[in-house]
């Protein structure tokens, strides 16, 4: 079975600092795709990034980009100039391209932004 | 927009009652999903339906049961809730093979 691991709970960064979060995940699957979503405290999610695993080129939007290790099965998200609106809980999820869309969540990075 | 509407934001029952989530979507995607959220659990799948009548078990079905009768619409059914029910519902919506999913805003359900 497909399984999403953020070993963080907690992270904090200084507003203007770059801060870096962890997910691994373990599949058998060599096609699939990675995602981090936004969680703010509105609860509503939101897609911040995703990377195709057959790209090995790392995927950035604005100042969140991932750093995408196959072989290693990791997919962390450095978000640079963090903002005080990036504070939020973050999820990274997988789902796999062929036989299923299930998404499948990790348990969640709480980050916190301070002044 | 693509839009995902979950029918209550915050919900109270009692322990035993039939209790039914609603959510709809109106992008006419196909796949349609519940989770459970947790602290320090994360997102947890209880149920997937990829087409009308169509399901698959999550990683937590037990519990719960599902109808999607039309596209656009995916029920979540607690059959007799029980006090560890008690948590936050998310519904999400995405096109089949898509690259995406779109959430609604998440019901809280305290099961009292």
């Known amino acids: 079975a497909q399984t999403v691991t953020q070993s963080q709970p907690e992270m904090s960064v200084q507003e203007a600092e770059t801060v870096t979060l962890s997910c691994t995940y373990d599949t058998s699957e060599s096609d699939y795709y990675l995602f981090w979503y936004k969680q703010p405290p509105s609860r509503q999610m939101i897609l911040v990034i995703r990377?195709?695993?057959?790209?090995?080129q790392n995927a950035t939007e604005n100042r969140f980009s991932v750093n995408f290790q196959k072989a290693a099965k990791s997919f962390s998200l450095k978000i640079s100039d963090s903002q005080l609106g990036d504070a939020a809980m973050y999820f990274c999820?997988?789902?796999?391209?062929?036989?299923?869309?299930?998404?499948?969540f990790g348990t969640g990075t709480r980050l916190q932004v301070f002044p | 927009d693509v839009k995902v509407t979950q029918s209550s934001r915050y919900l109270v029952k009692r322990t035993g009652e039939k209790v039914f989530l609603e959510c709809v979507q109106d992008?006419?995607?196909?796949?349609m999903f519940w989770y459970r959220q947790d602290p320090g659990l994360g997102l947890r799948l209880i149920y997937f339906?990829?087409?009308?009548?169509?399901?698959e078990k999550g990683d937590i079905p037990e519990g719960y049961s599902v109808s999607r009768e039309k596209k656009e619409r995916f029920s979540l059914i607690l059959e007799s809730a029980s006090t560890n029910q008690t948590s936050m519902y998310l519904c999400?919506?995405?096109?089949?093979?898509?690259?995406?999913?779109?959430f609604g805003q998440g019901t809280r359900l305290t099961v009292v």
């Open positions: 999400a919506s995405s096109l089949a093979r898509a690259t995406e999913a779109f």
């Open positions: 990377q195709e695993a057959y790209k090995q």
């Open positions: 992008m006419d995607h196909e796949n």
């Open positions: 339906s990829y087409d009308v009548k169509m399901k």
């Open positions: 999820a997988y789902r796999p391209i062929y036989n299923t869309d299930k998404l499948i």
